[in-house]
């Protein structure tokens, strides 16, 4: 019980006196700790931008709505050169309509047509990207109008010259007013707006979702692109847990479609648990490789620290001379000098997740980038620092309760 009772005592004053012997020597102190201080805000920062690097970009993956499955054309081979993906397009709107029929596990499937172009509104124009799709988009996307409506199954059977309007667009074209029921052109063919989606904002790659103008695919299929092929088509699965079963019910739908009875597929589907996977197993690995040269900083730091100690000791030869000729043990000795340097590593820890905490505040202020700390980051920081102290203040602490008494009483 008595024992008990004073180790806090004991830890108390084990700890003002290694606090007391560190800011003897402040600037040696801060000099040594600083190898600790960069690699603990190194290893954070670049943790935290990691993580926040990771957040944006499942931000702006969820941007491309719910369950998504994308479709693209595949590539060709001319001349034996493998030519890039999309090279070899078939996607028609049939191939829409076989999916749209076989498919089971999909509550959602659009075409997508794209044809970049000037839009003119009186004396106003703006050039953007046109977007055909049915209706089926505006749940994939989960696009809603902020004004006006939306277009209608109607609409893309009959191929009507009807858009729809990013806010950037709209704010562009008509300076803050009402689109809605307003002419515009497109490459001279006139269209009429019947609503202004949803404002997105900025994607994580900083591209505007709200630039931008949708019409229906099929009206930009035929009267402004022209031919017969569409560039993407888009689905959305029933549920997150069906994203792998409703891929292959696409696949066969495709392959039946463009009779590939064998042989490799003319097409590639992604789904969004792949694309998030792939984009943050990349940015994982390079978030490892920049701390892992940060968590260099941190051994330096404890070679720094072990040096320092071994001067310390050296200095203090004659003081430890007196104490074990007053009683103390060698483990106390020991114990003395692991203290003091746990507690110059600890402060160095701390000072280092104070800057990071800084400069992750500075990240997100000043920067495009974002950067997100984890408590555990911190924690973990914290004790790491600690275990340097420990394990880089064992042989200078080993050396100081090895000391002869009478050899460290005769020292000068």
């Given amino acids: ?138 749940a994939i996307k989960n696009w809603k109008a902020a004004q006006g409506s939306l277009f209608t199954e109607k609409d893309v059977s009959a191929s009507r010259k009807v858009t729809l309007l990013g806010k950037s667009v709209a704010d562009e074209l008509f300076a803050g007013g009402n689109p809605v029921g307003q002419k515009i052109r497109i490459r001279n063919i006139p269209f009429t707006v019947i609503g202004v989606l949803e404002e997105k904002g900025q994607g994580g790659r900083g591209l505007n979702q709200d630039d931008l103008v949708i019409a229906p695919a099929t009206t930009v299929l035929y009267r402004l692109k022209g031919g017969r092929f569409i560039d993407l088509i888009t689905a959305s699965a029933v549920s997150a847990d069906a994203l792998e079963e409703a891929e292959e019910e696409m696949r066969a739908a495709l392959r039946k479609a463009h009779r590939l009875e064998s042989g490799d597929d003319d097409f590639t589907i992604q789904n969004q648990t792949e694309i998030i996977e792939v984009v943050t197993k990349s940015s994982k690995l390079m978030t490892s490789f920049l701390a892992a040269i940060a968590g260099i900083a941190l051994v330096v730091g404890g070679i720094g620290i072990m040096n320092i100690m071994l001067v310390s000791v050296t200095e203090r030869t004659h003081e430890i001379g007196i104490r074990m000729s007053v009683g103390a043990q060698r483990s106390d000795i020991m114990v003395q000098f692991l203290t003091e340097a746990v507690v110059l590593s600890v402060i160095g820890g701390l000072c280092g997740v104070l800057l990071a905490l800084l400069a992750a505040l500075g990240i997100n202020q000043f920067t495009a980038f974002s950067a997100l700390v984890r408590m555990q980051m911190i924690l973990l920081s914290v004790a790491v620092s600690a275990a340097i ?15 002869n008494p009478i050899d460290a009483l005769r020292y000068e």
């Fill in 1 to 138: 019980m008595v024992q008990q009772m004073g180790l806090p005592v004991i830890v108390n004053n084990l700890f003002r006196i290694a606090l007391k012997s560190i800011l003897k020597n402040k600037l040696r102190s801060m000099l040594t700790s600083l190898g600790i201080i960069i690699g603990v805000s190194g290893v954070i920062v670049m943790s935290a931008v990691g993580e926040g690097t990771q957040a944006l970009i499942r931000q702006e993956i969820n941007l491309l709505g719910t369950n998504v499955l994308i479709a693209s054309p595949g590539s060709s081979r001319a001349g034996g050169v493998q030519r890039g993906t999309g090279s070899l397009n078939r996607f028609t709107l049939d191939d829409v309509e076989q999916i749209r029929q076989s498919a089971t596990l999909l509550q959602a499937i659009s075409p997508l047509v794209m044809s970049g172009g000037q839009v003119i509104a009186g004396n106003a124009n703006w050039a953007t990207e046109i977007c055909g799709v049915s209706t089926d988009y505006f």
């Fill in 389 to 403: 102290g420990i394990v880089f203040g064992f042989f200078p602490a080993r050396k100081a309760a090895r000391l």
